[in-house]
């Protein structure tokens, strides 16, 4: 009789820690997607930029004078200085031919292109950067697309938006879902919980077991969900082009010390209010629930 009370206990603490993780993985995935989201963006809004034209006048001193103070500048990821010749053989690649041909002559201005950092890639931040290089003697005109990174800027908020409100939608339903499984626990055990009450237990003395019991198998999910997400991103980094580029060691360590505090956090408040419940009951209304 001990035996099988010994394996139905084992039975239904290891399906409630399944059930747990199981949480936990998806709460971890939404976090993944959350954190690889931020990392795409930051990704694109530094690959926007704008191009600095120069004057056919402007002398190589003063143009190494102009990359320096680009270099320097608190908005710039990366500046690349592009020549006549240079720029003549992109359009050669991309036309398959020759515009000097044609025109007799090489149509275009040595330049500068400018990688943004993505804190400044933005409209109004390139308009007051503009005005500053503008005033530049070996600047003839400065070039971006303006529409394109309003769109990118709107797309990265609305996807933001978008994934901060199913991450809040995801938790609540989260902890009802831990909170519901801790409570079957606590629900198995209200008279031993009302017993220790009678004897004179206070309810701190009731409720530490319950929680550290509970915060144990919370750390115990927190890694099976943890080996899930190695799992899925393991898949991911195989079958997805590049998928690599965007996950780095401190991704990985920041989405499995986020499950595992979830892990911790959500089971220790759960294990909380489903024991209080129980503490506050009359013996008589212990049969009813």
């Known amino acids: 009789m001990t035996a099988k009370r010994h394996f139905t206990f084992f039975n239904a603490r290891m399906t409630s820690t399944l059930s747990v993780s199981l949480v936990l993985f998806i709460l971890g995935i939404m976090v993944l997607m959350g954190l690889l989201a931020s990392n795409l963006s930051t990704h694109v809004k530094e690959n926007i930029g704008f191009s600095i034209i120069l004057k056919e006048s402007a002398k190589d001193s003063q143009i190494q004078q102009l ?20 720029a003549l053989k992109e359009v050669m690649i991309e036309l398959g031919e020759n515009p000097e041909d044609v025109l007799g002559a090489n149509p275009l201005q ?3 292109e400018v ?3 993505a ?19 070996a600047v003839s005109d400065i070039t971006y697309q303006k529409d394109l990174i309003q769109s990118v800027n709107d797309n990265i908020k609305k996807i933001g938006l978008i994934l901060s409100v199913l991450a809040l939608v995801l938790m609540v339903i989260s902890f009802a879902l831990i ?3 801790i409570r079957l626990s606590a629900y198995s055990k209200r008279f031993i919980i009302h017993t220790m009450k009678l004897v004179g237990a206070t309810p701190g003395f009731i409720r530490k077991p319950f929680i550290v019991s509970n915060i144990a198998n919370g750390v115990i999910a927190a890694f099976i969900a943890i080996l899930l997400l190695s799992g899925c991103i393991y898949y991911l980094t195989n079958e997805i082009d590049n998928f690599y580029t965007l996950v780095n060691v401190e991704l990985l360590a920041t989405v499995y010390i986020i499950v595992l505090l979830l892990g911790i956090v959500l089971t220790a408040v759960s294990a909380y209010f489903s024991v209080n419940r129980y503490i506050h009951m009359d013996r008589d209304d212990l049969y009813y629930v």
Do not use: C, H
């Open 179 to 181: 909170s519901n499984t």
């Open 110 to 112: 040595s330049s500068i």
């Open 115 to 117: 990688r943004l950092k």
């Open 67 to 86: 990359q320096k103070i680009l270099n320097k500048a608190p908005y710039v990821k990366a500046s690349q200085f592009i020549s006549k010749e240079d």
């Open 119 to 137: 804190e400044y890639a933005r409209n109004d931040s390139i308009s007051w950067i503009e005005k500053g290089l503008r005033s530049n003697q």
